[in-house]
């Protein structure tokens, strides 16, 4: 099971930290990632941390804004997002995944809005 939290309003410029609270012993082995759906939009690739941190991938949009990261002692999967803009606009949702691909289940996901 993922719980996220952490979203909100902002305004352009700002910044969150989004938190993926996960159950399961195996949480540590899993790579994980983050995922948003603006309005109208499909879902999309965010980020993603393999199982210790050692390795992470971002998309386009988001490179040098986002980090992503991670403490497997709380089973939580963090994602810093800085100089935030309105096109961030979107429900986030964190995920397992394999490369930048969901599997299994999604949390019910948390509102960022960025005004402008």
């Known amino acids: 099971q993922l719980v996220e939290s952490g979203g909100g309003l902002v305004q352009t410029g700002g910044s969150l930290r989004l938190s993926c609270a996960a159950s399961g012993r195996t949480f540590s082995i899993y790579r994980m990632g983050w995922f948003r759906q603006a309005p109208g939009k499909e879902r999309e690739f965010v980020a993603a941390?393999?199982?210790?941190?050692?390795?992470?991938d971002y998309a386009d949009p988001v490179k040098g804004r986002f980090t992503i990261s991670r403490d497997n002692a709380k089973y939580t999967v963090f994602l810093q997002m800085n100089n935030l803009k309105p096109e961030d606009t979107a429900v986030y949702y964190c995920?397992?995944?394999?490369?930048?691909?969901?599997?299994?289940?999604w949390g019910q996901g948390t509102q960022v809005t960025v005004s402008s």
């Open positions: 995920a397992q995944v394999v490369g930048r691909s969901p599997i299994g289940s």
């Open positions: 941390i393999n199982w210790n941190g050692g390795n992470t």
